[in-house]
Each structure stands twice: as structure tokens, then as C-alpha cells.
């Protein structure tokens, strides 16, 4: 028996689970994929270009996926409002595939991520008591976080075992990265693994609008990663005709080489350094503090942090803010990167203390075509 905490026993009761599932993980796993369902059935859970805003929450997200030149769209992303059926919890993941099955890798991490770490949330919060007597609020934010860090460890390692084992998904020679954030009150947690980026929008002293990144660019020519990368036999360098893109390579110096020390599949590289480990983060958010940006890196190598805050900032309507950043990298590539295929585009605009003079429904579609 699986023991859930109360806001999901309500809906465990109402759920009916097969009597043949003995496996307390696989009960746990069911329940919240029946959630998602449930919370798309709603109109809660968004994947695709538009704007989420439940009614019962101060957010307000804005999303856009353009795809590049290289053939079909390997970014792919999701929102899911009142995850877990908690009205003070948002969660948003952006996951950027590559190689010849990295779209169908991305869209299965994208529908595993979610479930995964809502299943191993509910078993770490069950195993673990919230009512222990901190001396401190601090104590016990710390407490909280780790709750989450050990569930976002347990969902990645799950997930890439699952990628390896699925019977139509090659993820040998595939991958993508994994960037995910939960909103639970004014908290955020989150966890990355690749090269996709956060980026937070914040007030100075000053009075200005700021960039601060908050999460790590995982390249395999960090200096941690490529000693790890080099204890396991693996090799970094860069082709001639790419100067200045890193690759992990096999010590034989084959095929494929990977621009990412960190992602899930690609099991052609995990035993030379490659990891799906990933690198998870907090932040209590305050009134400085007006959205987060997160976007592939097919927006990045083209805009910068700062540019990517004033763009997003100074779009009149915050529904379109996605798309006009989205629309801004597509413009850039043409000037900046001459010649070169253009990335596929992705962007999740999250917006706090939000408020609305007209009502808009929960989600809005846009028909841009991916």
C-alpha cells in the first residue's frame, strides 16, 4: 500500500488501480500519471505554443517552440499548473533532444519527468516527517529542499534506466537535455542536466531589471567536468571546423562526438564520463523578483541573458512574451550565425505576483506551427 499525502488521497480513492500491481512504485507511478491525465483533461497542463493561467493561481506562463532548419523539431516543453493537484505548486520542463531519435527521446522524458518526480515526491514526503520541531525557518527550508533534491536524483537516475530498457526508442547514439523547475508557493527547485538555461529577472538596488543565471551551461570543457570526463577515459577536444565547440568523445575518437557533458540516453558515452546526474538548485522568491526565462540553447547562442530579460520585460502583453523572444533568436540567427543551420527555439516564460484585468481562460493555443 502506497501512502499518500492528503491531497492525493482523495483522488487515490476515486482512482482505480489494478489489483494485480503489487509493486508500491508502480502503484505510486500509476496514481500520478492518472493526475496528469486528469490535470490535462482540465485544461492545466500545456504542450505546446500558448499561455497557461489557472484561475486559482498568481502565474502566468507563456510558451513558444519554433522549429530550426535541421529537420523535425527536437525541443520539446510542458507546463503543468496545480501539479499534483496542489493549488500552490507549478511545474515547467524544457527538453531539447538531438541525434537521429532525440525527438522521440525528448517527448518521452517529457511525459516520464513529471510523473516520476510527483510519484517519488509523495513516497520521500511519506518516509519523512514534516513536523519535526526546527528551531528556525531556515531548518526547515533546508529540510523541504532536500525532500526535493532527493526526489529530482531518484526521477533523472529512473527515467534514463527507463530510456535505456524501452523497446522502441533507441537512446544509444540519442538524447536530450532536461531542464525542470517546481513552483511550490514562493519556492522554486530546480534541476538540470544539458546545456537548456534559467535565467531569473530580478530588481537591483538601483531600481533596475536584471538577468541572474540559475543554472549551469553543463559543456564538457568545464573544468569539474572534464576531469571527470578524463578519469573515465573520455576525451574533449574540438573539431577543426568547429572551433570552439567542446565535444566528449570515445577514447578511440569515434563517432558521435556530444557538445554536452550531461544528458539523458546517449548510452554510447555514459561510460566515458557522460552523466544524466543532475544539478539541482533553490530559490525562495521575492518581491524582486518578476519572471524566469527558460529557453534551449538554440535561443542562447544568439541572445544573452540580458537581452532575453529587456525583451521579455518590455513585451506589452505577457502572453506573447515567449513568442517575441522566440521571434527575436529566429531574427538574430540570420545575422549572427551566417550560414549555419538554425537551431530549433524554445521558451518558457514564467511570471510572478501576476494580475489579470480581464479573465482569460485557462489555456490559450496559439496556431503558430512548431
Not at 494485480?20 to 493526475?35: F, I, M, P
Not at 515567449?322 to 518558457?348: F, M, P, Q
Request: proline letters at 4%.
Amino acid at each position: 500500500m502506497v501512502i499518500f499525502p492528503s491531497f492525493l488521497d482523495g483522488f487515490t480513492r476515486s482512482v482505480p488501480i489494478k489489483k494485480e500491481t503489487n509493486n508500491k512504485n508502480d502503484v505510486g507511478r500509476e496514481t500520478a500519471e492518472k493526475l496528469a491525465k486528469e490535470a490535462k483533461k482540465n485544461e492545466l497542463i500545456l504542450s505546446s505554443s500558448g499561455t497557461v493561467k489557472a484561475n486559482k493561481s498568481n502565474n502566468l506562463v507563456s510558451v513558444c517552440s519554433k522549429r530550426g532548419m535541421k529537420g523535425i523539431n527536437q525541443d520539446c516543453l510542458i507546463v503543468w499548473e496545480e501539479f499534483g493537484c496542489q493549488e500552490d505548486m507549478l511545474f515547467c520542463g524544457i527538453f531539447d533532444g538531438h541525434g537521429p531519435w532525440g525527438h522521440l527521446v525528448a517527448k518521452r522524458v517529457r511525459k516520464s519527468v513529471p510523473a516520476s518526480l510527483l510519484c517519488n515526491w509523495q513516497e520521500t514526503l511519506a518516509s519523512t516527517s514534516l513536523d519535526l520541531d526546527f528551531e528556525i525557518e531556515v531548518d526547515r527550508n533546508l529540510h523541504l529542499f532536500d525532500i526535493w533534491r532527493q526526489s529530482y536524483l531518484k526521477t533523472y537516475a529512473a527515467v534514463d534506466q527507463e530510456l535505456k530498457h524501452h523497446p522502441g526508442i533507441d537512446s544509444f547514439c540519442s538524447g536530450t537535455t532536461a531542464l525542470t523547475l517546481v513552483k511550490q508557493g514562493e519556492h522554486l527547485v530546480m534541476a538540470n542536466v544539458g546545456d537548456s538555461r534559467a535565467v531569473l529577472a530580478t530588481t537591483s538596488d538601483d531600481g533596475h531589471l536584471v538577468p541572474l543565471q540559475l543554472s549551469i551551461d553543463f559543456k564538457p570543457n568545464l573544468p569539474q567536468e572534464a576531469e571527470r570526463i578524463a578519469q573515465s577515459k573520455g576525451r574533449v577536444f574540438c573539431l577543426d571546423d568547429e572551433p570552439g565547440v567542446h565535444r566528449i568523445w570515445r577514447p578511440n575518437g569515434e563517432t558521435p562526438g556530444l557538445a554536452l557533458s550531461r544528458a539523458l540516453g546517449d548510452y554510447c558515452l555514459k561510460e566515458f564520463g557522460l552523466i544524466s546526474v543532475p544539478d539541482v538548485t533553490q530559490r525562495n522568491i521575492t518581491s524582486r523578483d518578476k519572471f524566469v526565462i527558460l529557453a534551449t540553447d538554440g535561443l542562447w547562442d544568439v541572445i544573452s541573458n540580458q537581452e532575453a530579460v529587456q525583451i521579455v520585460s518590455s513585451t506589452p502583453v505577457r502572453e506573447k512574451s515567449a513568442k517575441r523572444l522566440v521571434e527575436h533568436a529566429v531574427h538574430a540567427w540570420k545575422h549572427k550565425k551566417r550560414g549555419i543551420a538554425k537551431d530549433d527555439i524554445s521558451a518558457v516564460c514564467l511570471f510572478f505576483h501576476t494580475t489579470t484585468s480581464q479573465p482569460i481562460n485557462p489555456i490559450q493555443v496559439s496556431k503558430q506551427v512548431a
